[in-house]
């Protein structure tokens, strides 16, 4: 699933969100990209939620939309 994500301004910005989302459980892959401004995550529907993923990245500062 693609989210996009306003406010990644740099490379630290998308190794900031791979790891905070990548701590959830039940993702398999996490890949920011901030001049695309979006990032793609494969995830276990039945142990995470978009909800949950999106609520993490907010809590970092950045805008998903």
């Known amino acids: 699933m693609t989210f996009i994500i306003?406010?990644?301004?740099c490379n630290g910005c998308e190794k900031t969100i791979e790891a905070a989302v990548g701590r959830l459980e039940g993702i398999?892959?996490?890949?920011?990209?901030y001049q695309?401004?979006?990032t793609i995550i494969?995830?276990?529907?039945?142990q995470v939620s978009k909800e949950t993923i999106a609520n993490t990245i907010s809590n970092l500062g950045y805008e998903v939309r």
Do not use: I
């Open 42 to 46: 494969t995830f276990d529907t039945t």
């Open 28 to 33: 398999f892959s996490v890949k920011a990209n």
């Open 6 to 9: 306003n406010g990644m301004t």
């Open 36 to 38: 695309m401004g979006n």
